[in-house]
Every structure is written in C-alpha cells, then in structure tokens.
C-alpha cells in the first residue's frame, strides 16, 4: 500500500507482517481506540455451496492483515500509515488470479475477539509485548500526530465552512 508515514521499524522479516499482524493492531486499537480492521478479499460463494439463501452466506471472507483505521482508507500497521489501494493490497494474499475479486478494508471496530477469530494465536502475551514494541518502535507516536492532525485539519475545514 502506499506509504504516507513510516514507522521507526524497518525489519522487512517482521513478526507482525507475517502471521501476528493482528497483535499488533489489538496493541494499537487498546492504546489508541482507532478501530480495528482487515484487508479482506470476499469471494462469492456458488449457490450449490450455500447453506442458507440470505446475503451472509452468499460470501466467504479471507482476512490476510490486520490494521487499525484513522480514516475508511488509512490504516496502520506495524510500517506505518498507508493509503488503502485495492491493486497493492493484493500482495497480501498468496497467490493472485486476475480473477479473484479486489480486496477491501473490512472494518471490526472495538471486536477485539472476532477480528482474532480469523487469524490464528490470539495471545494475550503477545499483545503484551507488541504494546511495548508499538511504544518503542515509534508508531504509536506516529499515530497520535497523524491524528492531531486530522483533527486540526477537519477542524480547520469546518471553520471555512461556516464563514
């Protein structure tokens, strides 16, 4: 995705980009409260294949990285703060068809529990030790500016309107 703001890690091996990407983002919705989310492909699944005719079962979801959003299209993980784009996002799933459906931003907000549901070790030490990393790593900080500013900037945004 397209990076706006780079943390102070740079570790492309990460722990959190391959397989506990979704302590981190608890770790940053507990200190933060930015809502919770993932980067989702969802597949349609044929009618012979349903269990029931409503709308919930007429997709099945594939959840590949967890994030926190500041906005429907940033988020952040353990690199930094990144524009959503659907044609990168692709990178995070295996392997890629030309006709598999675009991924989206699934957002979770405060559902700490289902977001862990779809990924494996939901590991209170875990997220333990990636609140300390977020803290160290600099992302937190990150994140609390790039929040500032949002805020600054909606704020200074209303103010011209109402002139």
């Known amino acids: ?28 919705h507990r200190i933060t ?22 709308e919930h079962n ?26 959503f784009d659907p044609e990168e996002a692709k990178t995070w799933f295996g392997s890629v068809k030309p006709s598999d459906p675009l991924p989206s931003i699934e957002p979770f907000g405060d559902d700490e529990e289902l977001l862990a549901s779809f990924f494996e070790d939901y590991d209170e030490d875990q997220i333990a030790h990636a609140l300390i990393d977020a803290k160290e790593w600099g992302v937190v900080d990150l994140l609390e500016r ?10 200074h945004q209303n103010c011209s309107h109402s002139l």
């Open 1 to 28: 995705m397209p990076l706006i703001k780079e943390s102070n890690h740079k570790d492309e091996e990460c722990l959190y980009t391959g397989g506990q990407c979704h302590s981190f983002a608890i770790a940053l």
């Open 58 to 83: 007429s997709y099945e979801y594939e959840h590949a990285h967890a994030v926190v959003l500041l906005s429907p299209n940033l988020y952040a993980d353990v690199y930094g703060v990144h524009r």
């Open 146 to 155: 790039m929040v500032k500013r949002m805020a600054h900037a909606l704020d």
């Open 33 to 54: 409260g930015l809502s919770l989310a993932t980067i989702t492909r969802k597949h349609v699944v044929p009618n012979k294949d349903r269990l029931f005719d409503d």
